[in-house]
């Protein structure tokens, strides 16, 4: 009776867990598009003067006050490139938070920017969603947390089990007269 509990028990926490990943990459999503909006805001000048004189290319710009022989404009050329480099990665997150399910969560495990990572996780509030996906992801995580804690608890337990001997039937030998 208790294992039955305790199986119950781990397939609500699975549950409870699995609810948990929409959520979270909602989140995940909601914070790129705030840092890319302030971002894009953050460059709007300086697009404008890509635009009159560079025509729209950043790089060039950049290249521009790099070059230059005013050490202020130098100076500019760094932190308007650092600017550059943040909105493009910002805007690769954003296209990559906007594809199917599965590629956002795959993006999330494999490849997403750990500083937005980090940001997300410390800033993330449990939250239970009543979503279709929500639900599907609660129950799938649910079995497969349940699978893989019984599978490795019988496992664990397979050379502490009785070995049970086969009885081997007794040959009759025929009786001498």
Not at 6 to 34: K, T
Not at 93 to 115: C, F, I, K, N
């Amino acid at each position: 009776m208790v294992r039955s509990y305790l199986r119950l028990a781990l397939f609500a926490l699975g549950l409870l867990l699995g609810v948990q990943v929409p959520g979270f990459i909602d989140d995940y999503a909601n914070r790129v598009e705030a840092h890319r909006l302030e971002s894009e805001q953050s460059l709007s000048g300086f697009r404008d003067t890509a635009r009159r004189f560079f025509d729209g290319d950043m790089q060039r710009l950049v290249g521009h006050y790099r070059n230059s022989s005013d050490p202020v404009m130098q100076s500019d050329a760094r932190s308007v490139g650092l600017l550059v480099e943040r909105s493009a990665l910002l805007e690769q997150e954003s296209l990559a938070m906007q594809g199917p399910w599965y590629r956002q969560v795959w993006h999330l495990a494999t490849a997403a920017d750990a500083q937005l990572l980090a940001e997300t996780r410390a800033a993330y509030r449990y939250q239970v969603l009543l979503a279709p996906e929500a639900i599907a992801w609660g129950i799938v995580c649910a079995l497969f947390l349940a699978w893989v804690v019984e599978s490795i608890l019988l496992l664990l337990a397979l050379p502490f089990r009785r070995r049970e001997r086969r009885t081997v039937p007794e040959r009759q030998t025929p009786r001498m007269r």
